[in-house]
Nanobody, 122 residues
């Protein structure tokens, strides 16, 4: 199983970035997909998740209304559209796959990507 994130980089505050996570070696449509982020010296935090069929997206309060998760089960890819970026969004962003329909925490995700750096300048 391989999850590969892309699309990270440098953005200005108020700008946008779109992250992608391509999956291989797994029946993508069977998995709920999540996004996490980890800032230097901090724990890996949950950002949001989308269920197998693309329904029931969930976001943490800090990104709600700014970030959107979507998926394409034909392309085996999940996306994280990030708008109105803030310096506090700076982190390494990870995608992850869970066999549970509504995973509640990072320990319920089975597979992880290697991460992509997002840096937001003020």
């Amino acid at each position: 199983v391989q999850l590969v994130e892309s699309g990270g980089g440098l953005a200005q505050a108020g700008g946008s970035l779109r992250l992608s996570c391509a999956a291989s070696g797994v029946t993508f449509s069977y998995y709920t997909m999540g996004w996490f982020r980890q800032a230097p010296g901090k724990e890996r935090d949950f950002v949001g998740r989308i269920t197998r069929n693309g329904g029931s997206p969930y976001y943490v309060d800090s990104v709600k209304g700014r970030f959107t998760i979507s998926r394409d089960n034909v392309k085996n890819t999940v996306y994280l559209q990030m708008n109105s970026l803030k310096p506090e969004d700076t982190a390494v962003y990870y995608c992850a796959a869970s066999g549970l329909y509504y995973p509640q925490n990072k320990y319920e995700f089975n597979y992880w990507g290697q991460g992509t750096q997002v840096t937001v300048s003020s």
